[in-house]
């Protein structure tokens, strides 16, 4: 079984930035497409950020130009970087990766997530 587990989050003042980080482990063959997205309590999860296999990405529109994905598929790991940070960033991230696992067939994983709270 693949797990996702993210790290990176905690408390940041406006303006600040932080960096998240979301590593696979279990068996992992490749890493395809991963995402991460947001979820405020009683809101609907939202993506945040999408970077394809082949380094190409996308971003929603409250996080282009603040926000910026990467990855590092030697270390099975995608990262988000955030700045500028506002207070409407607070939220729960979450990881969303298609891996290739033991089975030799992509399967979506989700983390569970990493909380950020933007606040004086």
């Known amino acids: 079984q693949v797990q996702l587990v993210e790290s990176g989050g905690g408390l940041v003042q406006p303006g600040g930035s932080l960096r998240l980080s979301c590593t696979a482990s279990?068996?992992?063959?490749?890493?395809?497409?991963m995402a991460w997205y947001r979820q405020v309590p009683g809101e609907e999860r939202t993506r945040v950020a999408y970077i394809t296999s082949g380094g190409l990405v996308d971003y929603a529109d409250f996080a282009r130009g603040r926000f910026f994905i990467s990855r590092d598929n030697a270390k099975n790991t995608v990262y988000l970087q955030m700045s500028s940070l506002k207070f409407e960033d607070t939220a729960v991230y979450y990881c969303?990766?298609?891996?290739?696992?033991?089975?030799?067939?992509?399967?979506?994983?989700w983390g569970k997530g990493t909380p950020v709270t933007v606040s004086l």
């Open positions: 969303n990766a298609n891996i290739r696992d033991y089975t030799s067939r992509f399967s979506k994983y």
């Open positions: 279990g068996t992992v063959l490749s890493m395809d497409n």
